[in-house]
């Protein structure tokens, strides 16, 4: 989802919990105040117990959204796309009501755009699926045989599973969940999705009017910035591809990394200029998502991290009933997801998340102190997101740091629509 997608992207209603999150406001002010005084007493890890998995990942390795325009293209052929059989699982793909999936008019565009070889744009490939079904494996090893903290087997009581309509996105959930409960399950998998109009699981471009204002413009000025349109040049002319042919370093990102994984032969120049590349690419994205510019952070993944707080605040709230909280919370995003949610974090590393990445938040209770805490891991590698002072981070803290980006669907919708309100109200 490189390609085109800080051009346009396509919000979910979530239940708000707005009084519980101010008495939480409050608690938080009290506590932090409490330790501040006090200090902080070194944490016994013995003593902590896992409540609640959340599970940010990006999609399998798949086929690249489009092609470069060289004389000479990469075969893709067919074959890649067999499944495993260890990856078979039967799901069902709701809306987010329980009602039918909603039509994907992502993967209506991506079928118009055949590779050479024969098969679609943005598929899902058998090292995506082997990829996603490793992942899966991971997670089970730590939530089920080194924690028993999840069911062996699959159980919709446990479990969350939400997913943007895009058919590798829920494929690659299959995967994960294939290798995560090695294809046992006590009742039916279903996969919520939204309307791509309304979604939320990536920047929404079409949703919200602010948010392409913001970035308007900024994709094409990113390569103009000095020393991108200096390499941007010397790619294309390494590869010669013209230089009246609208290419920029996603679109080149996008094809090196899928080519790379399945171990394509490739342009010499493409595999020559690789790691520059995605450097420029990653520069391109941090130009359009400033990290100094918090609004646009705020109004990418904003009403996301809304979500996964909410879950937080659910799980710790004892009035929630336990019907309403699960133990594994998974969501299937992209990379354009996950590169403003690091940034929001403070955990950026500066490199283009790869196929089968993954954001893992952990939710624990102290049993004697009933303090909570939080730890965050990417590519199963502790975190510590920004506000913290360690990676355990205290739940407290965790939420504060959050706050700055958080949006609740009201605040979103109304910093959505600001832009427009004011235009609509010049022409008037």
Same mark, same amino acid.
């Given at each position: 989802?490189?390609?085109?997608?800080? =051009?346009?992207?396509?919000?979910?209603?979530?239940?708000?919990?707005?009084?519980?999150?101010?008495?939480?406001?409050?608690?938080?002010?009290?506590?932090?105040?409490?330790?501040?005084?006090?200090?902080?007493?070194?944490?016994?890890?013995?003593? %902590?117990?896992?409540?609640?998995?959340?599970?940010?990942?990006?999609?399998?390795?798949?086929?690249?959204?489009?092609?470069?325009?060289?004389?000479?293209?990469?075969?893709?052929?067919?074959?890649?796309?067999?499944?495993?059989?260890?990856?078979?699982? #039967?799901?069902?793909?709701?809306?987010?009501?329980?009602?039918?999936?909603?039509?994907?008019?992502?993967?209506?565009?991506?079928?118009?755009?055949?590779?050479?070889?024969?098969?679609?744009?943005?598929?899902?490939?058998?090292?995506?699926?082997?990829?996603?079904?490793?992942?899966?494996?991971?997670?089970?090893?730590?939530?089920?045989?080194?924690?028993?903290?999840?069911?062996?087997?699959?159980?919709?009581?446990?479990?969350?599973?939400?997913?943007?309509?895009?058919?590798?996105?829920?494929?690659?959930?299959?995967?994960?969940?294939?290798? %995560?409960?090695?294809?046992?399950?006590? =009742?039916?998998?279903?996969?919520?999705?939204?309307?791509?109009?309304?979604?939320?699981?990536?920047?929404?471009?079409?949703?919200?009017?602010?948010?392409?204002?913001?970035?308007?413009?900024?994709?094409?000025?990113?390569?103009?910035?000095? =020393?991108?349109?200096?390499?941007?040049?010397?790619?294309?002319?390494?590869?010669?591809?013209?230089?009246?042919?609208?290419?920029?370093?996603?679109?080149?990102?996008?094809?090196?990394?899928?080519?790379?994984?399945?171990? *394509?032969?490739?342009?010499?120049?493409?595999?020559?200029?690789?790691?520059?590349?995605?450097?420029?690419?990653?520069?391109?994205?941090?130009?359009?998502?400033?990290?100094? #510019?918090?609004?646009?952070?705020?109004?990418?993944?904003?009403?996301?991290?809304?979500?996964?707080?909410?879950?937080?605040?659910?799980?710790?709230?004892?009035?929630?009933?336990?019907?309403?909280?699960?133990?594994?919370?998974?969501?299937?995003?992209?990379?354009?997801?996950?590169?403003?949610?690091?940034?929001?974090?403070?955990?950026?590393?500066?490199?283009?998340?790869?196929?089968?990445?993954?954001?893992?938040?952990?939710?624990?209770?102290?049993?004697?102190?009933?303090?909570?805490?939080?730890?965050?891991?990417?590519?199963?590698?502790?975190?510590?997101?920004?506000?913290?002072?360690?990676?355990?981070?205290?739940?407290?803290?965790? *939420?504060?740091?959050?706050?700055?980006?958080? %949006?609740?669907?009201?605040?979103?919708?109304?910093?959505?629509?600001?832009?427009?309100?004011?235009? *609509?109200?010049?022409?008037?």
């Amino acid at each position: 989802m490189i390609a085109g997608v800080f =051009g346009r992207r396509m919000w979910a209603p979530v239940g708000v919990l707005a009084s519980m999150a101010y008495c939480l406001h409050q608690r938080r002010a009290a506590l932090a105040e409490l330790q501040e005084s006090e200090g902080r007493h070194p944490v016994d890890h013995r003593l %902590l117990e896992l409540k609640m998995v959340q599970v940010v990942f990006r999609h399998g390795a798949r086929t690249p959204l489009k092609p470069l325009p060289q004389e000479e293209q990469v075969e893709w052929n067919p074959q890649l796309l067999e499944v495993p059989p260890q990856t078979q699982f #039967d799901y069902t793909v709701t809306n987010l009501t329980g009602g039918p999936k909603p039509h994907s008019p992502f993967d209506s565009q991506y079928h118009e755009t055949t590779l050479k070889g024969g098969i679609f744009a943005g598929q899902l490939t058998k090292v995506g699926m082997q990829q996603m079904f490793a992942l899966g494996e991971r997670l089970r090893k730590n939530y089920v045989e080194d924690i028993p903290f999840l069911s062996p087997t699959f159980n919709p009581v446990e479990v969350s599973v939400r997913s943007t309509n895009i058919y590798r996105n829920l494929e690659s959930t299959r995967c994960l969940l294939a290798g %995560l409960f090695q294809r046992q399950k006590k =009742g039916p998998i279903i996969i919520h999705t939204d309307e791509a109009s309304s979604e939320v699981l990536y920047p929404n471009y079409q949703n919200c009017w602010s948010l392409r204002q913001k970035t308007r413009g900024r994709k094409e000025a990113a390569s103009l910035q000095p =020393g991108i349109s200096e390499d941007l040049k010397k790619v294309k002319e390494g590869m010669g591809i013209s230089g009246s042919d609208w290419v920029d370093f996603l679109i080149l990102l996008d094809n090196v990394a899928a080519e790379q994984v399945h171990n *394509l032969p490739s342009c010499p120049a493409l595999k020559r200029f690789a790691q520059m590349i995605e450097q420029r690419a990653v520069d391109m994205a941090s130009y359009i998502f400033q990290k100094e #510019d918090r609004e646009s952070i705020q109004l990418a993944v904003g009403p996301f991290l809304h979500i996964l707080e909410n879950n937080l605040l659910k799980a710790i709230d004892p009035s929630t009933p336990p019907s309403n909280i699960r133990k594994l919370y998974l969501y299937a995003a992209h990379d354009v997801t996950l590169i403003p949610l690091l940034m929001a974090l403070g955990i950026f590393d500066h490199k283009w998340p790869p196929f089968a990445a993954d954001l893992t938040m952990e939710l624990y209770q102290h049993q004697e102190s009933k303090d909570w805490f939080v730890q965050l891991y990417y590519h199963g590698e502790e975190q510590v997101p920004k506000g913290c002072p360690e990676g355990l981070c205290p739940l407290d803290k965790f *939420l504060n740091a959050l706050s700055a980006y958080t %949006l609740s669907p009201e605040k979103y919708h109304r910093l959505c629509s600001q832009t427009q309100g004011m235009e *609509l109200g010049s022409r008037g």
